[in-house]
């Protein structure tokens, strides 16, 4: 068993920045590959960002190439989302995962609670 807990989440201006952490306990974080994903009211869920085990390798949505990053911290048991230029649109809770295997976005077998996160225009 994994198991995970997001925190930093918070109300933010549109062109703002948070960073997300994601802490995970149990099993050996390091052998998992980790993924972000978000809800927004009344849509469904989706993939964020994705990273491999030794974070040699990311994955990215579109909607959020060039303005997220996905980090981790095999040492804290740590994975981080750094979320910049903000917008409205990006409002959702999100929530961390983990998984065996690689970047492919299904499988996640662990989830976290979500934290909320609330662009204002």
């Known amino acids: 068993q994994v198991q995970l807990v997001e925190s930093g989440g918070g109300l933010v201006q549109a062109g703002g920045s948070l960073r997300l952490s994601c802490a995970a306990s149990g099993r050996t974080f390091s052998a998992y590959a980790m993924g972000w994903f978000r809800q927004a009211p009344g849509k469904e869920r989706e993939f964020v960002t994705a990273i491999t085990w030794s974070g040699g390798s990311t994955s990215y949505a579109d909607s959020v190439k060039g303005r997220f990053t996905i980090s981790r911290d095999n040492a804290k048991n740590t994975v981080y989302l750094q979320m910049n230029s903000l917008k409205p649109e990006d409002t959702a809770v999100y929530y961390c995962?983990?998984?065996?295997?690689?970047?492919?976005?299904?499988?996640?077998?662990?989830w976290g609670q979500g934290t909320q996160v609330t662009v204002s225009s």
């Open positions: 995962a983990a998984k065996s295997g690689g970047l492919d976005r299904g499988h996640y077998a662990y």
